[in-house]
């Protein structure tokens, strides 16, 4: 059905000052908070919010699966359901799962993976919920970034982390961090997760036309801006136990006061 | 607070029951009080009106979408609210993925009839062109965090939400037939009139509580849901195996004006109206 | 697709005398049928007609629970599948179930659940089949009244039986049963149900517009009129036995005169 | 009667089998003898035509809805009409709930084949105004109780709900480009020409006989089913892993001819027209 | 949505010289090629041409039963899925399987069926797909013709092969083996198999109009031509092993050779 | 060959692995070496072009069909090619009947995007009149032997099926609002442009090797697919759990243009346009 508004693209996606729609330089990353340990039921859970992209990750597990046919006698089994909510994006995405949630789904599952040690728990099964409540574009690296996080949340014996971002070509020039507007209207979209236990890429994707050249310019631009985005990660992991210590130093003040009355 | 990952025990019933009866609840509640509501609005960028609610651990992000399309034949100048509700599988280890499961209607369905029945949409006013274009409106609800009473965190949410609302104005164009838009925006201060909230009470036995936790939900023997206005009630909805006496129904109308008029009061959702014009 | 006559509703809904358009006082019932015993594979079966309401019921149980993992080890497990048929109603429903259908479906087990004892059931179900072939109005009270003489037919020990109708505001008056027009054209709508053995209310649904004054006549008003329906239910169960007793009666005649010849 | 509730057994197999051997069969029927049917006729208020059948023990409620649509390009003055059936989980222990399986199907399509293949429907009557609107019809079955041979039950109440049919007549308003009600009905008078029966016979190793009952029905090999009109065969269908001679067929032909023309005295279905003009 | 050409048929469906539009006399059967152990991953496979259609079988089984509960402790169970692809057809078919394919694939398992000694392999399955690449007129024969095939080249102990094809009526006349345009544009169409261990037939369907002698006529017009498609059939099976000799024989002189060397 | 009907056994997997490392895989081919290709055209009566590709063992017939449709009201002058795959059990004890599964997702999505990103098909061609009638392409690809590397075998099949494209001409009627045929035929010498070849690598531990098969598939890491025009690359999709390393990631684009240049000039796939004007 028909909206009023369109969702049109610009003409240009620079600036007359050289700078990108929203301000940034073309090797900036748009503006990123992480927090860990949100939704209180689940085992572990991470939300983020990068430019407009809002998202929240949960994992339950190491737990019995279920369906029981899916376990595997050797190993842990990793799902990963990755969602979107219907007002997350322009036209109201209809509310049953797509097929563009099941590719995504699949590609976080496969960023996610190395990092894990599947092989010590067979028999049970990792379940990772990734929920899109606001979608601005590299929704895919987002959600791979934040359910690293809400894994390192539930305490899971990990490799790593993985950070994802994707790179591109917008008139002509290469920038990182695509926004919506810059995703669809550019000339390229280059996704690239690290995994950073042995700095290896695990997504690699593109839609475009480049070069040896284009492309090798791409990757080096990519690793650059993902040890930002890692180190946002690694902060919010911190906060957390910052946090916690805090908590405990309180409550034994508050333990210390309650002794002295 | 008890762990609510896994089925109620026995034992727990027990306690959460005997600890009613002398009307204290496990966290501390009277008999007839609300967890606090949190509520934040406007938060998503791509819905056109949201709301953030928390009721205690309850959490529940509301967005709004529209379209335009033809109005019903019988309704050729009124527009289209509709209400849906998704029970993420992140919320709760208790929920499943798949298609809306019972729990996930009935949280629409309680709050859309609540909506709908109290006089709070104004569909004529979602009217573009009779006959020709009207606004359809999607207000989406998705559990975020389950700790019991979906439906009041809901209603709330459902209510915040078109009052945040800032949907583009469309004009009809009568020669190319099209809807354009006129650069201003419609927003909730001309879309809701009522404010009907509802309010649930749980029963366990013969004792009768307002919003009930999760623990007391799973397990209540069942749920009454009633929705009021200023000084009516709007719509009744009862739920799960409990029977209530006549009296009882009585009494928890009565009730249920009196919080209504508190919550109204106190939750003050008119702050939220969106400022675009 | 359209119809060639349409749905509509007339303007009163009060004939000139005072009367309602079928011809019903404010406290009158539409007319009532009820018959147990059948469908005659069913381990018990009921049919009412009530007004233009046409309903069959059958009930299925104790038996296994299918699929097994619905068994639950401490008590039965009662399943209601309420269904319609395609030309049960003004225009052609579509064959598969619908949400009212599984919302209805609901309504009616946590009407019928009190009645039973469950619990002397472990590891078993009791499954409900109700399919209206003509609708007018107030099926799913109709549904339960029937559903509940099924369950009796079957010989399941129940605590009582269940009788449920509408109560509602028409033209601004209170009246009981709402017929199918009625309830269409009317301002309220108050379903309700009555469980015999504690005279309480399980089934309490409303819609409309009510102050505390206007609610506490309609609960009366209801109760009165389902005291009326409760009555037929009993009947209908009493001429069961009686027709019983009537085909031993014939039995024993007809095997006196064969012991004659 | 045999307990139809559960999968039959080997011995009842062999005492069935050893029964029609000696040309009996367990409910003292001969070989090629039906139940008894039972006709009631627009029973259904809200259907535009109705049948209650019962074949035996066998039931089947069919009624009648239509709506107008536009024509098929290739047939721009024919209407249409469908026939579906639903086996109702009340019906038996041994049907279950969901998509239509593979026995409804079936039922449908023998029947919708029995009288689409027979000049019976006038879809040419179905034709409001070439190219613009037609009456699709809907005859749907419903099996309220299952105790054998659907097929030859769903076809008198297929043929007896469009017999007893009464649909708003419609008239095309060229200006307005809709149908509009002329107040008057359409009834089987106008829309049913040719009376096809369908008669199905099950096959038990080397035997054949007419109207297998439910516990027949559970043991034999195969089925065929034979629909013929006053002097022709119009359709047929085999099913199950029974394989007949050619004999056996030129023989079940012939039968078929002759029982239709009984049973289409006997049952007489054109006293079920409807009155309404 | 609309095609640029029409569907079309013609008036007559026969020649001025007699003959049908296709040459064919009215005895005469299509162009006939058949070819068994086609697919290597299959345990039997057997791909056919007959006029336009193309169509490929395969067997898997006796195997397991996947999902269990289909099992049967006294017999095997035998499962036939038919499908279309969508380009086979002159109107793009939709991907999902529709009713006319789970028709279709019940009217392939009766013919099937009663070859097979399905008693002997109790608690297994034995699964027969079809595919239909290209679609001609007669696929629910040309299918069960060569779904009979592949279980041959699967080794599966068969009582016979069983043959299928259509017999009609066009402008009149009778008819064997009728194209697609002939069984569209034609009065009657009467697809017959014969099971070859007993001469029984095991497909009837006929939809048309027909007196008796008529359907005498028929009945031995078909069983005369599905002699002819038999003769085809162990050709195809004779030729494999004819095959399978001349690769041993060259494996022998190669090895031969290689002894030489 | 290796038994590749039921999972790869750890021993299995050990002997490929080992091969590998030595620069041996199980069928003799060295690590940037492909299967034989065949190619035939245009086998499919019923589509409007096809092809039945085999790579080694793999095997995969596609058939391309069309209807006029309405434009995307954003490009009103282009039409509309889409992909499909459908993996079919006859293909594979391994594949299981049902909706699209994960693989034939990839698939179909990876040959899709490298088709819809290298200028392959002129959907400005498919335009019949602007706004107003548009073709809409299906490329339909459907699975007869699985043994290894579909996206490639299916890469070629999708290009000779454009290639070899016969679709009737249609003109805009103004009047008649209709599109009608010219009596001639599009072909591929109009629709197709570019050719893309995609390449399909599979990675085990630190090894990687062109067109993995079956048995090489079921046990590597991940594969990564990369397709190419004549210089430049167009597309990339990895899956799988393997990670690559920056440097391995330049040398597969690097080879991927080399290999693809080969592949270009031995299948020379022009020699498969249709010659129906």
């Known amino acids: ?261 | 607070m008890m762990d609510v990952r896994r089925i109620i025990s026995k034992i727990e019933r027990d306690y959460i029951v005997s600890n009613l009866k002398k009307e204290e609840r496990i966290d501390g509640r009277g008999l007839w009080e609300y967890r606090e509501f949190q509520i934040k609005s406007d938060t998503i960028t791509s819905a056109e009106g949201s709301a953030d609610v928390s009721l205690g651990d309850t959490r529940i992000i509301t967005g709004l979408k529209y379209e335009v399309g033809e109005p019903f034949p019988d309704l050729p100048n009124e527009g289209v609210c509709t209400v849906m509700a998704e029970l993420l599988p992140i919320a709760s280890p208790l929920f499943e993925r798949g298609p809306p499961d019972e729990q996930s209607i009935e949280l629409a369905r309680v709050v859309d009839r609540g909506i709908r029945h109290a006089d709070c949409v104004q569909t004529k006013q979602l009217c573009i062109k009779e006959n020709e274009a009207v606004y359809i409106l999607f207000v989406d609800m998705y559990v975020i965090n389950y700790a019991g009473n979906l439906i009041d965190a809901g209603g709330v949410g459902a209510l915040t939400t078109l009052i945040s609302a800032h949907i583009p104005e469309g004009k009809w164009n009568d020669e190319k037939k099209v809807t354009e838009w006129t650069g201003k925006y419609l927003t909730g201060k001309t879309i809701v009139k009522e404010l009907p909230f509802v309010m649930t009470y749980g029963k366990i036995e013969d004792i009768i509580f307002l919003d009930p936790s999760l623990p007391e939900e799973l397990v209540c023997d069942g749920k009454i849901s009633i929705s009021v206005t200023e000084n009516k009630i709007t719509s009744i909805q009862k739920s799960g195996s409990a029977t209530f006496n006549i009296d009882e129904i009585k009494m928890l109308g009565s009730k249920s004006l009196e919080i209504g008029k508190k919550l109204r009061k106190e939750l003050n959702l008119l702050q939220y109206l969106s400022e675009i014009k």
Request: with cysteine; charged share 30%; aromatic share 8%.
């Open chain 1, 1 to 261: 059905m028909p909206l009023i508004i369109k969702d049109e693209y610009p003409e240009n996606l620079f600036r007359e000052d050289g700078k990108r729609l929203d301000g940034r330089d073309v090797n900036e990353l748009r503006p990123i908070k992480m927090e860990v340990g949100v939704i209180k039921n689940a085992d572990g859970s991470a939300y983020l919010e990068w430019g407009n992209n809002k998202i929240f990750a949960t994992v339950y597990g190491p737990r019995e699966v279920h369906p029981h046919h899916l376990a595997k006698p050797d190993k842990g089994v990793l799902r990963v359901f990755y969602r979107m909510a219907t007002f997350s994006v322009f036209d109201r995405k209809r509310p049953a799962p797509g097929r563009r949630e099941k590719e995504i789904s699949m590609i976080v599952a496969d960023c996610i993976e190395p990092l894990l040690f599947l092989e010590l728990y067979p028999g049970t099964s990792f379940e990772v919920f990734i929920e899109v409540i606001d979608a601005d574009g590299g929704t895919r690296c987002a959600s791979t970034t934040v359910a690293a996080l809400a894994l390192a949340d539930a305490g899971i014996p990990m490799k790593s982390l993985v950070s994802a971002l994707a790179v591109g070509k917008i008139d002509g020039k290469k920038v990182v961090d695509l926004s919506g507007i810059e995703d669809k209207a550019g000339e390229a979209d280059f996704p690239i997760a690290i995994t950073w236990y042995n700095e290896e890429i695990s997504l690699l994707q593109f839609d475009g036309d480049m070069d040896l050249e284009e492309m090798n310019e791409f990757l080096d631009l990519a690793k650059n801006a993902l040890k930002d985005v890692h180190q946002i990660q690694l902060e919010a992991l911190k906060s957390k136990y910052i946090k916690l210590q805090e908590e405990t130093i309180q409550t034994k003040e508050n333990n210390d006061k309650k002794g002295d009355e």
